[in-house]
């Protein structure tokens, strides 16, 4: 996938993410049992969280550093999304919205600045197991936010909202 591809990707994911939370007032974005136990908010703040570490992959990954971010780690994604849920479930939502549009302007800036073959080359950084850039901006952001979009639409479409 081209970086142009790549970049559309991130925009429209997040114009359907944006879409499927439309018109839901702050309690209903705060209600627990759109996926288990977590709220729009929780997904939201979830979301965040992955993608911030892509961020700092992908600048790590451009000052040739081989990245330290949890996608990396021993942590096993199960174990990190508790333990980040726990973290942060007490947050304000009026940050959480912050930070899950900040987040996203940073992964845009950071896609900006590889080439088409630094995206696509799996090869290119040894440290990704044969697997390119694109497909871990994939997994980590539009991938990610597409399933959940996914998700909460049929928590909506459940609850007649």
Same mark, same amino acid.
């Given at each position: 996938?081209?970086?142009?591809?790549?970049?559309?990707?991130?925009?429209?994911?997040?114009? @359907?993410?944006? @879409?499927?939370?439309?018109?839901?007032?702050?309690?209903?974005?705060?209600?627990?049992?759109?996926?288990?136990?977590?709220?729009?908010? #929780?997904?939201?703040?979830?979301?965040?969280? +992955?993608?911030?570490?892509?961020?700092?992959?992908?600048?790590?990954?451009?000052?040739?550093?081989?990245?330290?971010?949890?996608?990396?780690?021993?942590?096993?994604?199960?174990?990190?999304?508790?333990? &980040?849920?726990?973290?942060?479930?007490?947050?304000?939502?009026?940050?959480?919205?912050? #930070?899950? *549009?900040?987040?996203?302007?940073?992964?845009?800036?950071?896609?900006?600045?590889?080439?088409?073959?630094?995206?696509? #080359?799996?090869?290119?950084?040894? &440290?990704?197991?044969?697997?390119?850039?694109?497909? +871990?901006?994939? @997994?980590?952001?539009?991938?990610?936010?597409?399933? *959940?979009?996914?998700?909460?639409?049929?928590?909506?479409? @459940?609850?007649?909202?």
């Amino acid at each position: 996938m081209s970086k142009e591809a790549v970049i559309s990707s991130l925009k429209t994911t997040r114009e @359907s993410l944006l @879409s499927a939370i439309e018109g839901l007032d702050n309690e209903t974005m705060l209600e627990p049992g759109v996926i288990g136990d977590w709220s729009i908010k #929780d997904i939201l703040v979830h979301l965040s969280l +992955w993608e911030a570490e892509l961020v700092t992959l992908l600048w790590q990954a451009r000052q040739g550093r081989r990245p330290t971010t949890a996608q990396l780690g021993d942590e096993s994604v199960d174990d990190l999304n508790a333990r &980040w849920y726990q973290m942060h479930k007490d947050r304000d939502l009026a940050q959480v919205l912050d #930070d899950f *549009h900040a987040v996203r302007h940073q992964t845009l800036r950071r896609v900006d600045g590889f080439s088409d073959r630094e995206l696509t #080359d799996p090869e290119l950084f040894p &440290w990704l197991n044969g697997e390119s850039l694109e497909q +871990w901006i994939d @997994s980590d952001s539009f991938g990610h936010e597409a399933e *959940h979009v996914a998700q909460i639409l049929t928590w909506r479409k @459940s609850r007649g909202a």
